[in-house]
Nanobody, 127 residues
């Protein structure tokens, strides 16, 4: 069983930055593809960014390209999402997810409840 816990969300003004973290309970996360997803009120959950289990591949949604950076620190069992130049439309609950041996492209297509998911962290961007 893998447990994920997101942190780092909050309220920020447009143009600001936040860094989300996802702590993984498992002793090693190196065999897990990881990803960040978000869900805004009244909308479906969408993929934001993913990273392969090897860390060699990443995927970004068009809305995240050039502004967000996904990274992983396997030694710390932590996944990160650095978000810069935030916009009001980035307001959502952000979830991290994991799936064993998934590539970045496979993680892109992951849908709840497949894989492992955290409880989410709220990000609110004010205009």
């Amino acid at each position: 069983q893998v447990q994920l816990a997101e942190s780092g969300g909050g309220l920020v003004q447009a143009g600001g930055s936040l860094r989300l973290s996802c702590a993984v309970s498992r002793r090693t996360m190196e065999n897990y593809g990881m990803g960040w997803f978000r869900q805004a009120p009244g909308k479906e959950r969408e993929t934001v960014a993913t990273i392969s289990f090897s860390g060699a591949q990443t995927y970004y949604a068009d809305s995240a390209k050039g502004r967000f950076t996904i990274s992983r620190d396997n030694d710390k069992n932590t996944l990160y999402l650095q978000m810069n130049s935030l916009k009001p439309e980035d307001t959502a609950v952000y979830y991290c997810a994991a799936a064993a041996f998934f590539t970045a492209q496979a993680m892109r297509r992951l849908t709840y409840p497949s894989g492992y998911w955290g409880q989410g962290t709220q990000v609110t961007v004010s205009s």
